[in-house]
């Protein structure tokens, strides 16, 4: 299944969650002020284990940078 | 008239002013983007007395290094996330969306951009932006331009304060119309924060005098030679606009007006 992560076309094993997605980005499931969106929709952190994802499907994790 | 402040020995104004729901002491809000390091910016935020800082939201990098999230929190300062970089309502409502998932707060700083050049609001894109994201339950800060009309549209939408710019993002060109900033000033019933352009101390001073609520500046601090010096000399300009705005200043005039009496001058 191909998903674009973060920009980035990926391929991912079937009945991949958001929880493995963000995992791949490098990081932290417990870093404070991380967000996921699924095509442009917040998936709030308590739904990451059971969202599974499907083909073609964009995911955006996002944190906190330097900004004015 | 602004209420008299209780003045500490030094006197410094010790009253505070109210934003959202929140009571603040620092009137200088320091936004976090361009400095040099992460220990450079902990050290300048520490020395401009903020208790508010802006970040942005951007994709996790795998290869970055150090947190500024954790420096914030080491600092116990709030942490007000911006929709810097977008450039329509739909792309500002969906990153305050996401900004509220990550920081768990209501309250964003409301950019809407119209080109990477000017980087100037985009009047009907802020106003759109701002009515859904009140109507959301956000606590919107909206970066404005200096017109009052589209100050006192944002102000009637339900925005907590409207944030005029003085010029252009990182130009420190200062308060270019501080005519129409104290427009603003008169007709707002919520704080105005003199949010970009700011250069040097003298202007966040001069937005002070003009009767702005606050300051919010990034690059004039974070991009000076020395950034923790320049906080300083911030935290220290907008307490001397501050007061001397509620002192209330000498009319202005053509001619002089003696200090020393006439009378009694000896004939010699």
Known sequence: ?68 | MPSRAVRSASGEAAATWALGDREWSSRLIVGTGGFRSLEQMERSLEASGAEIVTVALRRVDPLAQGSVTDVIDRLGLFMLPNTAGCYTARDAVKTARLAREAFGTDWVKLEVIGDDRTLLPDASELLTAAEQLVADGFVVLPYTNDDPILARRLEEAGCVAVMPLGSPIGSGAGIRNPYNIRIIVEQASVPVILDAGIGTASDAALAMELGCDAVLLASAVSRAEDPELMAGAMRSAVVAGHAARRAGRIPKRTHALASTPEDGTPEL
């Not at chain 1, 079937?14 to 929709?41: N, P």
């Open chain 1, 1 to 68: 299944m191909r998903v674009v992560l973060n920009g980035e076309s990926r391929e991912l094993p079937e009945d991949s969650t958001v929880a493995h997605a963000v995992s791949l980005t490098g990081a932290s499931e417990v870093e404070r002020g991380i967000a996921v969106a699924v095509d442009g929709e917040v998936v709030p952190r308590g739904e990451w284990e059971g969202r599974i994802l499907s083909e073609g499907e964009s995911v955006e994790v996002v944190h906190a940078v330097q900004g004015g």
